[in-house]
């Protein structure tokens, strides 16, 4: 069960609903921010900053859908280990990708750029002080330091905002493996994850 109540869409913001489309989304793709619209100022600032982070990305879709979900492994963030964004699956990412992320280093599907920006991402969420000179040589073997930056950004965003989702513990709605409580710890990789819905086309 949340740890925090979400509100009813109708105590919700207006300004806030029509900046999520929410007209498009489930109730579940709208939970972190239902949540959130108990400080409805933050939720839109938030939103916004989320809009710019994929409206001018230049890493593909793919990347950041695979950084996202290392990282939703590290943080134990069930919501954010359930879902898969889709403009990420339409980007490539299948659950053969996803279950991939298990032994990265090992994926035979991934290229080497995506393995050293997951590997990036794991120093983010676990170690952020081992990433030295030597982990950005790697980096600008295979990214611009444009894509270095908007990387080390989603890896930031990724690992605050998914640590706070797991302390909500936002699960109720997840797919039953999601909700289960044992010693071991949940993975992303699985045959239950749900794909958010695709934006209207203009």
């Not at 339409?90 to 080497?112: N, Q, W």
């Not at 909500?168 to 289960?180: A, T, V, Y």
Request: with cysteine; charged share 25%.
């Amino acid at each position: 069960m949340s740890r925090l109540s979400t509100l009813p869409l109708d105590k919700i913001d207006p300004e806030l609903l029509a900046m999520l489309n929410a007209d498009q989304k489930s109730e579940r793709e709208l939970r972190p921010f239902t949540i959130r619209a108990h400080h409805p100022e933050l939720a839109k600032a938030h939103a916004v900053y989320g809009a710019a982070m994929k409206n001018v990305a230049v890493l593909p879709a793919r990347l950041r859908e695979l950084v996202r979900l290392r990282i939703a492994f590290h943080n134990q963030c069930r919501s954010c280990m359930a879902m898969r964004y889709a403009d990420g699956v339409d980007d490539g990412v299948t659950e053969d990708l996803v279950c991939s992320l298990e032994k990265p280093f090992d994926a035979p599907d991934l290229s080497d750029a995506e393995r050293v920006a997951l590997r990036y991402a794991d120093l983010m969420a676990n170690n952020h002080l081992a990433i030295d000179d030597a982990m950005y040589a790697q980096l600008k073997q295979h990214f611009s330091e444009k894509e270095i930056v908007e990387l080390g950004m989603v890896c930031a965003m990724c690992v605050g905002y998914g640590r706070l989702a797991a302390t909500w513990n936002m699960i109720e709605d997840l797919p039953k493996r999601f909700q289960e409580h044992g010693e071991k710890p949940v993975t992303p990789w699985g045959p239950d994850a749900w794909v958010t819905a695709r934006a209207k086309a203009a």
